[in-house]
């Protein structure tokens, strides 16, 4: 099966595309999937392996993805340029900590690297599917796993996304930005909707509906969900109450600019939690 980045970000496509893969398991096929490098251009397509595997991954509901590569899992720096690197074995969460020790590609033959193979275990774990990177410059690696060969382990969400916010999360490029204040943020971390009144500025061109990232005030991601307005009215509404909507745009509109039910979390709670402990 060959897919191109449209086959996952475009909704219909993403449905059909699980529907081909479902019909293929319950026949006891086992499908062989790549990007479609014949149709794929520099901007629009994945460009490696790890994170269409893990897209596809989430769209099956699998409960784990094996990453093979040229080293045998995550260390805390990249082994060929740091002889002190260490290795893990498990990784309870993909932290700020633990995406800042992917490193760029290992090899010529590693065309995505370790920093791919972080935003694969994002995508995987936190829609409740389990991760491994292990080397695949050995016989038979999957077997070798099992029978003990040393890998990284990256656990699942123990509070997954389902259904409909696992194709929002997973989405590869967010069509724009809203940057948002302490206030809303910690409105969201609660699982409340996005209101005009907390989100400070607006980046990129996007319609309503399309995909948007939620981001704090010092640059982190903080959630990912579909935008109720598009980008120009959402400039003239933002840091306004949801109440003065109508006066500014001429029609009633929508009290959220993100729907809660429309909205993912990708950032880690615990980290967060733990920060504002220490604060």
Excluded at 9 to 36: H, S
Excluded at 83 to 111: C, D, Q, V, Y
Excluded at 112 to 135: E, N, V, Y
Excluded at 137 to 165: C, E, N, Q, T, Y
Aim: a neutral charge; aromatic letters at 4%; hydrophobic letters at 45%.
């Amino acid at each position: 099966i060959l897919l191109t980045l449209g086959d996952t970000e475009e909704r219909r496509r993403y449905l059909n595309a699980r529907a081909t893969i479902g019909q293929l398991l319950k026949m006891k096929a086992v499908p062989v999937i790549n990007e479609n490098d014949t149709v794929a251009t520099t901007e629009i397509r994945y460009g490696d392996n790890d994170r269409l595997a893990a897209r596809v991954a989430t769209m099956v509901g699998a409960d784990m993805l094996v990453l093979l590569s040229d080293i045998d899992g995550l260390y805390t720096a990249p082994p060929h340029l740091d002889p002190k690197a260490e290795f893990l074995p498990f990784i309870p969460a993909i932290t700020s900590e633990i995406e800042a020790m992917a490193g760029g590609a290992a090899s010529e033959l590693s065309r995505g690297g370790m920093r791919t193979k972080i935003d694969a275990g994002k995508i995987a774990t936190t829609a409740g599917c389990a991760m491994i990177i292990a080397s695949g410059k050995v016989d038979h690696p999957l077997s070798a796993i099992m029978d003990g060969a040393r890998h990284s382990w990256f656990a699942p969400s123990p509070d997954p996304i389902k259904g409909w916010k696992t194709w929002i999360a997973g989405k590869l490029v967010p069509a724009g930005r809203l940057i948002i204040d302490d206030g809303a943020e910690r409105a969201l971390m609660t699982g409340k909707s996005l209101l005009p009144a907390g989100v400070r500025a607006i980046e990129g061109d996007f319609a309503r509906g399309d995909t948007v990232a939620v981001m704090a005030l010092d640059g982190r991601e903080i959630a990912r969900g579909l935008s109720g307005y598009d980008a120009q009215e959402a400039r003239l509404i933002s840091g306004k109450k949801s109440a003065d909507i109508e006066g500014i745009l001429g029609y009633p509109g929508r009290t959220a600019m993100v729907h809660r039910d429309d909205l993912v979390m990708t950032a880690n709670r615990t980290a967060k939690s733990k920060e504002e402990a220490h604060a």
